[in-house]
C-alpha cells in the first residue's frame, strides 16, 4: 500500500513538473484570426510563422479561417466575444463594425517601442486610414508599395490586323468594339467575338465593368466631388454612362454574361479566341498572355491608360489606397487580450513593418529564397523561380508563407519581380500620366449612423444593384431613370448620405 | 378514489421506465439542440449586442418587425417564397407520385430495378455540385441547352438573368434531384395496398387505369395527405443555400426569398435582430400553414398527421 | 356445351382486347421510364465523361456523352491534393460515426414513442413534431454548441443533427405496423423494453433501419453547411467544403500581387465532383432494395 501510495505521488509529480517550469519563461501566446487561401495559405507551421516566433519570442496560434465563407465566418466569431483570438485580420468596414471589440492603439504606436510602426503612422493622412469615427487607431494595416492596382488591357494584334488604331475616348472605344464585332479578327466567319468581357469577381458581379463610369467623372456608389459626398448611381452623369453601357450591351459589345461569368469561363473566351478587351488586376495582363502559351494565337496584350469621357476624364478610381483597407489583411487587437499579448503582438507589427520583416515575408530567407546581385538589386533564388516541385514562382514562395496573410509591410520590389515588362509599364503609365482617380475612403460611423444606414441603405443598396443591371441590360428603359431617382431618395438616400457627409468630414478633418 | 388514480399512474409510469430510459437521450437532444435556440428568439426584440450580451442588450419591442413589414422588399419576398414552394407543390410533388404509379405497372423486374437506381441516383448529388451544373448547362456560350435551342433554330438565351425564368429552372432542377428519392415513400405506400383490391378490381373487368384510380390513388392518399401536411408546413422555408448559388442581381426580382434575405442580413452583415425578426416570421407563417392544413384534413379527410 | 362456350366466349374477347390495351399500356410505361432515366443519368454520365477528357475539349463544348482524348491526369492531381484526402477520411468519419448515433438515438425514440403504455406519449411526440415547423434558428443554434464547447471538434459535425424529426416519424410508423403478439410475447418472457428493442424489434426492422440510415448518410456526405459554421480547421474539414473549394472557386479578394495562380483546370473540377459523389453512388443501390419497405409514413398522434 505504502509502495502505491509512494508511486501515486511520483507520478503526480512529474505531471506536474511540466507546469512548474512553464510558468517561469512561457513564451507569451498570441492567436490570429485570419484568411486561408488555397493559393495563400495561413496557416500554423508555415516557414515564415515558425521563424516568427523564434525571432520574436512568442508562440503564435493561427485560426485558419477558409476565404470561401469568409463574412460567414467572422459574424459567427463576433457573436461570441469569448472565442474571439489576439488578433484579428480583417477588413477594415468590417472591424470597424465592431469597433469596441479592439484595443485603441494610439498609444502603442511610438517612437520608442514600435519606430518602425511610428514612422507610417505618425503621417496623419496615413493614419486616418486605421482609425475610428473618434479618430483612435483601431487596427493595423497593410501598406501597399504600388497604387496601380487594376487597369485595361486588350488585343494589339487585333487593332492591327484590322488595322484599328488605338481609342482613346468612349465614343472612339464603341467605334472599335463594332468594328472588332464586325470585322472577325478571329477569321472564324462567325461575329463571335465579344469584344469586352470581364470575369466576375467577389460579391459585386459588376465590379469589372462599373469602371467605365469614371470616365463621366463618377463612381457607381459613394464619392466625393469638392468635399461633397454624392451617390453615383443616381447621378445625372449616371444615365449618360448607362446609356453608353446599354448601348454597347444590345449590340452585343459587352459580355451578355457578365452578371456570372467565372474565372475559367473567361479563360475560355480568351482561348477561344472571342474577348478583345477587358479590366481587371494588373497581373491577368501575363495570366491571360499565359494561356496562350503553348498555342500558335499571335496574341499580344497590351494595357491602355482609360478611356476619356465627355469631358476628358481618362481616370479609374478603384485602385489601391497607401493601406488595402478594402483587403483582409488590417490587424486588429482584441480588447480581451492581456497586456502581455497586447505587448507582444504590437511587436509582431513593428517587426512586420521593419525592414528585416519586411524582406522575410516577402522575400524570405537570404541565401535560400532570395540572393542579391552586386548592384544590391534583390532576386529570388532557382528554388522560387524555377521550382523542383513544379510550383509556380508564386506558390513556392507561399509554401512558406512568404507574400502571406501576415506581410503587412510590401515591397515594390517584389512587386516588379513577378510580373512582365507590359504590366510594368502600363502600371507607370497609371501613375505618372494622372489616370489614377481619388478613392473615396473606407469610412469610420458610430453606432448611431450604423443603424440609420442598416435600415436604410441595406435596401437601397439592393434596389440599386439590380436597377442598373435592368439598365444596362436593356430589361427597364433609362427613361425611367428620373423614376429611379426617385424611388432610391424616397427610400431614405438623403438621410444616408447626410451620415456619410458627417462621416467624411470627420474623415477628412473638416 | 383520487389516491388510486394518482397511484395507477405512477404504476404506470413505472412500468415504462425502461422507455424513458430509451427516451431519455433523445429527449436531452431536443431541448438543448432544439428547444434551448428557442429561447434566442428573444434577440428579435432587442437590439442584440453579441458584445453587451443576451441580457444587456436594449430591448426594441417590435422594431424590426416594422422595419421589415415597411420594406419595399417585404411583399416581394413573402411572394417569391410561395411562390417557389408552389410550384414545387404543384409540379414536382404529383411528379415523384406519377413516377411511383408508373414504376408500379412496370412488370419486367429487372427493369424497373434499373430505373429506381438510375432515378434515385441525382438525389446523392450534392447542392454546391447541382448549382454549378445548371448554370454550366445553361450558359448562352457553349451550354448543353443552348446549344440544343440554337441547333432548332431558337436564338441563345441567357436564362439565367431572366426574373421570369427562375423560377422554372429552380423548380426543373429539385425535379430532377427529388422525383426518384420521393417516389421512395409513394412506392412504399403502393406496396402496402392489399392485393386482394386489385384482383377484385380485375375480376370486375377495371383496366389499368382504373385500377390506378380506383384503388391506388385511393389506397396511398393518407401517405399523401400526411406529407402535403407536413410539406405545407415549409411553404416559408426554401432551399435558400442552392438559390444562393443560383442567384444574381438580374434574377433578384423572383430568386430572392425570405431564407435568403435572412442569410444576406443576418450572416453576412451580421443584422441578428433584425433577421431573427424576418425569421420569426416565416416560422410563424409556416406553423399557422400547418395547422390549418392538419385541421382542415381532418375535418374532410379523417387523415391527419396528429 | 354451347352455353358454356356462350358464356365463355365475351371473358375471352374481354382478355385479348384487355392484353392489347395492357401491352400498349406497359409499351408506353417503359417509353416514359426510359426517357426518364435517360434525362436522369445524363448529366451524371456527361460530368464523368468531362472529368476524362482534355481540357481544351472541355472548354471547346466537344465533350457530349463519351471522353474525347481521354486521360486520368485529372484525377492523378485530384488524388495528389492533400486536402482532399483529409477531407475524404474526415467525410467517412463523419458519415460512419454520424449515422451510427443517428441510428441508435432514432430507433430508441422511435420504440419508446409507438409503446401505448408509454404515459405522455402524445405529448412528447408532439413536443418533437412541434420542432419540424418552429426553430430557433441559425445563430441561437450556433451559440448553443458554442456553449456545449462544440466548436471546432468533430462532435459539431455530429450532434446537432442527431435525431431527424422526420426520419423518427418514418420509423415509428413503421414499428408500429410490428404486430403486437411478437412484443407481448416476449414481455411474458420477461424480457424488458430494452431487450425487446433488440432481441425482436431491430431484427425485424433491416428494412426500415437500412433506408433511414441510408437518409442520414446521405444528408451527412452532403452536409457541408454545418461545417461552415462550426469548424475552423482544416484538418476537420469534410468533402463538401473541399469541394465547394474546388469547384465554385470563389474568389472573393484577389491582390494585385496574386498573378500566378495555380489554375484549377476544370477537368480537376469535374474529377473532383465525381470523386465525391462515387462512394455514394456505389453504396446505394446495394441496399436500395430496402428502400421501398423501409419507409411508411403515417399520422404521429397514434
Known amino acids: 500500500m505504502k509502495k502505491l501510495v509512494r508511486i501515486l505521488c511520483l507520478v503526480l509529480a512529474l505531471s506536474l513538473m511540466p507546469l512548474a517550469f512553464a510558468s517561469a519563461d512561457d513564451p507569451v501566446t498570441i492567436s490570429i484570426w485570419a484568411s486561408d487561401r488555397e493559393n495563400m495559405p495561413m496557416r500554423n507551421g508555415l516557414m515564415t510563422i515558425n521563424m516568427l516566433q523564434d525571432i520574436l519570442g512568442i508562440k503564435i496560434d493561427v485560426q485558419s479561417a477558409p476565404t470561401e465563407s469568409l463574412d460567414e465566418k467572422y459574424g459567427l466569431l463576433m457573436s461570441d466575444p469569448a472565442s474571439i483570438p489576439t488578433i484579428v485580420q480583417y477588413k477594415a468596414n468590417k472591424l470597424l463594425q465592431y469597433k469596441e471589440a479592439w484595443m485603441i492603439l494610439d498609444d502603442y504606436i511610438n517612437e520608442t517601442d514600435t519606430p518602425n510602426l511610428w514612422k507610417v503612422y505618425s503621417d496623419p493622412v496615413i493614419r486616418r486610414y486605421v482609425s475610428d469615427s473618434e479618430g483612435h487607431i483601431r487596427f493595423i494595416g497593410q501598406r501597399t508599395a504600388i497604387t496601380c492596382g487594376k487597369l485595361w488591357f486588350y488585343r494589339q494584334d487585333w487593332l492591327d490586323k484590322l488595322q484599328l488604331k488605338a481609342p482613346t475616348t468612349m465614343e472612339e472605344l464603341y467605334e472599335t468594339f463594332l468594328a472588332i464585332k464586325q470585322g472577325d479578327p478571329n477569321g472564324n466567319g462567325e461575329a463571335d467575338e465579344i469584344p469586352f468581357s470581364v470575369r466576375k469577381q467577389g460579391s459585386n458581379n459588376r465590379a469589372n465593368l462599373m469602371p467605365f463610369v469614371n470616365s463621366w467623372g463618377i463612381e457607381e456608389t459613394f464619392f466625393a466631388e469638392d468635399d461633397v459626398v454624392k451617390f453615383g448611381a443616381v447621378d445625372a452623369r449616371m444615365k449618360d454612362a448607362l446609356a453608353w453601357l446599354n448601348k454597347c450591351y444590345e449590340a452585343g459589345l459587352i459580355d451578355s454574361e457578365y452578371l456570372t461569368l467565372s474565372k475559367q469561363d473567361w479563360y475560355s473566351r480568351w482561348t477561344n479566341e472571342q474577348v478583345f478587351m477587358s479590366y481587371d488586376w494588373s497581373a491577368y495582363i501575363d495570366n491571360v498572355g499565359n494561356l496562350f502559351k503553348d498555342t500558335d494565337s499571335p496574341v499580344h496584350i497590351v494595357g491602355t491608360a482609360p478611356m476619356a469621357g465627355p469631358t476628358g476624364i481618362a481616370q479609374t478610381r478603384d485602385q489601391l489606397q497607401p493601406i488595402t483597407v478594402d483587403e483582409d489583411w488590417n490587424a486588429a487587437i482584441y480588447v480581451g487580450a492581456s497586456e502581455e499579448q497586447v505587448k507582444a503582438a504590437m511587436k509582431l507589427f513593428d517587426y512586420l513593418y521593419s525592414e528585416e520583416g519586411m524582406l522575410l515575408l516577402n522575400f524570405g530567407v537570404k541565401g535560400e529564397h532570395y540572393d542579391v546581385d552586386e548592384n544590391g538589386n534583390l532576386y529570388y533564388t532557382e528554388l522560387i523561380m524555377h521550382n523542383p516541385d513544379g510550383l509556380s514562382a508564386q506558390d513556392a514562395l507561399r509554401q512558406y508563407g512568404i507574400q502571406s496573410m501576415l506581410t503587412l509591410l510590401q515591397d515594390a520590389r517584389y512587386e516588379r519581380a513577378f510580373v512582365s515588362d507590359e504590366v510594368n509599364r502600363t502600371r507607370d503609365l497609371y501613375e505618372q500620366e494622372g489616370h489614377i482617380g481619388p478613392a473615396f475612403p473606407t469610412l469610420a460611423f458610430t453606432d448611431e449612423e450604423r443603424d440609420i444606414i442598416n435600415e436604410k441603405y441595406t435596401d437601397i443598396e439592393t434596389y440599386v444593384n439590380e436597377t442598373l443591371d435592368k439598365f444596362i441590360m436593356g430589361r427597364e428603359s433609362l427613361d425611367g431613370f428620373d423614376a429611379f431617382v426617385e424611388q432610391v431618395n424616397g427610400m431614405g438616400l438623403p438621410e444616408v448620405l447626410k451620415v456619410y457627409q458627417d462621416a467624411y468630414n470627420r474623415y477628412m478633418g473638416l | 378514489m383520487r389516491r388510486t388514480k394518482v397511484s395507477a399512474l405512477w404504476r404506470r409510469i413505472w412500468a415504462a421506465k425502461y422507455l424513458y430510459l430509451m427516451f431519455f437521450p433523445v429527449l436531452l437532444y431536443y431541448i438543448f439542440m432544439r428547444y434551448a435556440p428557442m429561447a434566442g428568439l428573444v434577440i428579435a426584440f432587442k437590439n442584440y ?47 415523384s407520385i406519377v413516377l411511383a404509379l408508373l414504376l408500379n405497372e412496370v412488370r419486367q423486374p429487372r427493369f424497373k430495378k434499373v430505373t429506381q437506381t438510375i432515378t434515385y441516383m441525382p438525389y446523392f448529388i450534392s447542392s454546391v455540385v447541382l448549382a454549378s451544373m445548371v448554370v454550366q448547362f445553361l450558359s448562352p456560350t457553349g451550354g448543353l441547352v443552348n446549344n440544343i435551342i440554337e441547333s432548332m433554330g431558337g436564338k441563345r438565351t441567357y436564362f439565367m438573368t431572366q426574373p421570369e425564368s427562375f423560377r422554372t429552372i429552380y423548380t426543373l432542377m429539385n425535379l430532377w434531384k427529388n422525383i426518384g428519392w420521393n417516389s421512395i415513400i409513394f412506392l412504399a405506400a403502393i406496396s402496402g395496398i392489399n392485393g386482394e383490391l386489385y384482383e377484385a378490381c380485375t375480376v370486375d373487368g377495371g383496366g389499368h387505369l382504373r385500377r390506378m384510380w380506383h384503388i391506388t390513388l385511393p389506397g396511398i392518399l393518407p401517405t399523401v395527405i400526411v406529407l402535403l401536411i407536413m410539406r405545407l408546413g415549409h411553404m416559408m422555408d426554401a432551399g435558400y443555400e442552392t438559390i444562393l448559388l443560383l442567384q444574381n442581381n438580374a434574377n433578384l426580382e423572383t430568386s430572392d426569398v425570405i431564407g435568403t434575405y435572412v442569410y444576406r442580413r443576418g450572416i453576412l452583415k451580421n443584422e441578428y435582430s433584425y433577421s431573427t425578426a424576418v425569421g420569426i416570421f416565416q416560422s410563424v407563417i409556416g406553423f ?13 379527410s379523417e387523415t391527419s398527421l396528429w | 356445351m354451347s352455353t358454356v362456350s356462350k358464356a365463355k366466349l365475351p371473358v375471352q374477347r374481354n382478355r385479348i382486347r384487355e392484353s392489347f390495351s395492357r401491352r400498349l399500356f406497359l409499351k408506353i410505361n417503359v417509353l416514359i421510364l426510359l426517357l426518364i432515366s435517360a434525362v436522369m443519368l445524363y448529366p451524371v454520365l456527361y460530368v464523368i465523361a468531362a472529368s476524362l477528357s482534355e481540357e481544351t475539349a472541355i472548354l471547346k463544348g466537344e465533350v457530349v456523352l463519351w471522353p474525347v482524348r481521354t486521360h486520368v491526369l485529372a484525377y492523378a492531381k485530384v488524388f495528389r491534393y492533400p486536402q482532399l484526402l483529409t477531407s475524404y477520411r474526415n467525410t467517412i468519419l463523419y458519415t460512419v460515426l454520424g449515422t451510427a ?52 471538434t468533430m462532435w459539431a459535425m455530429l450532434i446537432p443533427g442527431a435525431v431527424s424529426t422526420y426520419n423518427m416519424i418514418l420509423m415509428r410508423t413503421f414499428f408500429m405496423g410490428i404486430p403486437v403478439s411478437l412484443v407481448e410475447a416476449a414481455e411474458l418472457d420477461g424480457c424488458n423494453d430494452f431487450g425487446i428493442l433488440i432481441k425482436i424489434v431491430l431484427p425485424l426492422s433491416m428494412a426500415s433501419l437500412m433506408t433511414i440510415g441510408m437518409f442520414y448518410a446521405v444528408s451527412h456526405w452532403n452536409s457541408y453547411f454545418s461545417a461552415v459554421l462550426y469548424l475552423n480547421k482544416p484538418e476537420l474539414y469534410p468533402l463538401q467544403i473541399i469541394l465547394r473549394q474546388v469547384v465554385l472557386q470563389n474568389e472573393i479578394v484577389e491582390n494585385a500581387s496574386s498573378s500566378a495562380e495555380s489554375n484549377m483546370a476544370e477537368g480537376i473540377k469535374y474529377a473532383t465532383i465525381v470523386v465525391a459523389m462515387l462512394p455514394m453512388l456505389c453504396v446505394y443501390p446495394f441496399i436500395q432494395r430496402y428502400f421501398v419497405k423501409g419507409v411508411m409514413i403515417g399520422s404521429v398522434k397514434e
Open chain 3, 101 to 152: 448515433i443517428n441510428l441508435l438515438l432514432t430507433t430508441a425514440g422511435a420504440w419508446a414513442l409507438c409503446q401505448r403504455k408509454l404515459p405522455g406519449r402524445r405529448f412528447l411526440t408532439l413536443m418533437c413534431t412541434f420542432t419540424m415547423f418552429f426553430s430557433g434558428g441559425m445563430i441561437p443554434t450556433f451559440l448553443i454548441v458554442k456553449e456545449l464547447k462544440m466548436l471546432n
Open chain 2, 288 to 300: 399557422v400553414l400547418v395547422i390549418a392544413s392538419n385541421w382542415l384534413s381532418r375535418r374532410f
Open chain 2, 49 to 95: 449586442n453579441a458584445f453587451a450580451g443576451f441580457a444587456k442588450s436594449p430591448w426594441v419591442g417590435f422594431k424590426y418587425f416594422s422595419q421589415f413589414f415597411n420594406s419595399i422588399y417585404c411583399w416581394r419576398l413573402i411572394r417569391n417564397t410561395l411562390l417557389i414552394n408552389l410550384y414545387d407543390l404543384v409540379f414536382n410533388f404529383p411528379a
